[in-house]
Each structure stands twice: as structure tokens, then as C-alpha cells.
């Protein structure tokens, strides 16, 4: 209990520890994901990218 209230107190001291994360994606996905289809032949940058999930 004593090791579950120390990770619940710093979770609390987190701002970010309950906010959900990007709405476009982690900025490294994104950037993969570019990379990977240029080898496809297809340039865009990651800012043109959007990754959703069941939640969105």
C-alpha cells in the first residue's frame, strides 16, 4: 500500500498524469509514419498526418 500511495502521489503532482494525449498523435508516430510513405512515393510532411484510434 505504501509503494501504491507513493506512484498515486506522484501521478497527482503531474499535470498532464490524467489528460488524454495529442489529438493528432504522438509527434514521433507521425514523423515515422511520413518517412514510411515516402517510401511508397508519396511526400507529406507530419504535420498533414492525423492518427485516431477507437476513442476519437
Request: proline residues 4%; glycine residues 8%.
Amino acid at each position: 500500500m505504501e509503494k501504491l500511495k507513493e506512484l498515486l502521489n506522484e501521478a497527482v503532482n503531474d499535470p498532464f498524469a490524467f489528460q488524454y494525449g495529442s489529438a493528432i498523435g504522438m509527434p514521433e508516430l507521425r514523423s515515422e509514419i511520413a518517412r514510411y510513405m515516402e517510401g511508397w512515393g508519396i511526400e507529406l510532411s507530419s504535420n498533414e498526418i492525423m492518427v485516431t484510434h477507437g476513442s476519437q
